[in-house]
C-alpha cells in the first residue's frame, strides 16, 4: 500500500486537489491521509477536516510517504521552519511533491523551486521574495513537472491531477488521460472520444 498525504492549511481550497485524492482513494493500492499545522482546518467553501497527522509526526514518517500534495489556499504566507525543512527534504530525496496555488507561492517565497522549472499563479506575486532565485525557469503553463516536482495554478485541479499522476507512475499515460478527461471534456464527448466507460 502507497500513502499519499495532501497538507492543507486553513481556508483551503476545496477544488483543487478533490479529482486526486478521488482517483488516488479509490484504488487498492492507495491510501489518502491528511496533514496540518493545526489539528482541524477549514476551506474556503465551509468543509471541516480534522487531519490524520500533525506536522510533526509527518517529520517522523517521512520514510513511510510516497506522495506530498501541498493543497493552495489563503493561508500560505506563514513562516514555519518545520514545514519549509520537511519540503526541502523530500525535494533533495527525489521524492514525489505536487504544490498547487497559494502552495507554489509557498515554495517560491522560501527558495525550494530553485534548479526546477515551474508555474504558479502569477510570477509578479514572487517579486519582492529574496529566496526566489530562478525567475527565468517559470513557464507560462497550467502546470509544469519537472523531475519530481508539479507546480500548477489555481486554475489547473485537473491538469495537476493528470500530471501528478503521470509523476507517480498510476497507470498508463493513456489511462491517466482517460481519467482526467471524463471531467475535462465532458461524458458525450469523452464517449466520442474514448467509448462508454461504463459499458463493459
Known amino acids: 500500500m502507497k500513502n499519499a498525504v495532501f497538507l492543507m492549511l486553513n481556508e483551503y481550497a476545496d477544488w483543487e486537489g478533490a479529482y486526486l485524492s478521488a482517483l488516488l482513494n479509490q484504488d487498492s493500492g492507495w491510501s489518502v491521509k491528511t496533514a496540518s499545522v493545526t489539528?482541524?482546518?477549514t476551506s474556503i467553501g465551509g468543509l471541516n477536516i480534522n487531519v490524520d497527522y500533525s506536522l510533526s509526526t509527518l517529520t517522523e514518517i517521512t520514510n513511510e510517504i510516497d506522495l506530498l500534495i501541498l493543497i493552495g489556499g489563503n493561508s500560505w504566507a506563514l513562516e514555519n521552519?518545520?514545514?519549509k525543512q520537511l519540503?526541502?527534504?523530500r525535494l533533495s530525496a527525489d521524492k514525489p511533491v505536487g504544490a498547487i496555488c497559494g502552495a507554489v507561492d509557498y515554495l517560491a517565497a522560501n527558495g525550494l523551486l530553485s534548479s526546477y522549472k515551474h508555474t504558479g499563479n502569477a510570477?509578479?506575486?514572487w517579486k519582492n521574495y529574496s529566496s526566489y532565485l530562478?525567475?527565468?525557469d517559470f513557464i507560462l503553463n497550467q502546470v509544469v513537472r519537472d523531475r519530481n516536482l508539479v507546480t500548477a495554478n489555481g486554475t489547473a485541479a485537473l491538469e495537476f491531477?493528470?500530471?501528478?499522476l503521470k509523476m507517480i507512475h498510476?497507470?498508463?499515460?493513456?489511462?491517466v488521460d482517460k481519467k482526467t478527461d471524463l471531467y475535462k471534456?465532458?461524458?458525450?464527448?469523452y464517449c466520442d472520444k474514448y467509448g462508454n466507460p461504463f459499458e463493459q
Open 185 to 189: 471534456i465532458g461524458f458525450y464527448k
Open 170 to 175: 498510476f497507470a498508463s499515460d493513456l489511462e
Open 134 to 136: 530562478n525567475p527565468e
Open 87 to 89: 519540503i526541502a527534504n
Open 81 to 83: 521552519t518545520e514545514l
Open 123 to 125: 510570477q509578479y506575486l
Open 39 to 41: 489539528n482541524k482546518v
Open 161 to 164: 491531477t493528470n500530471a501528478v
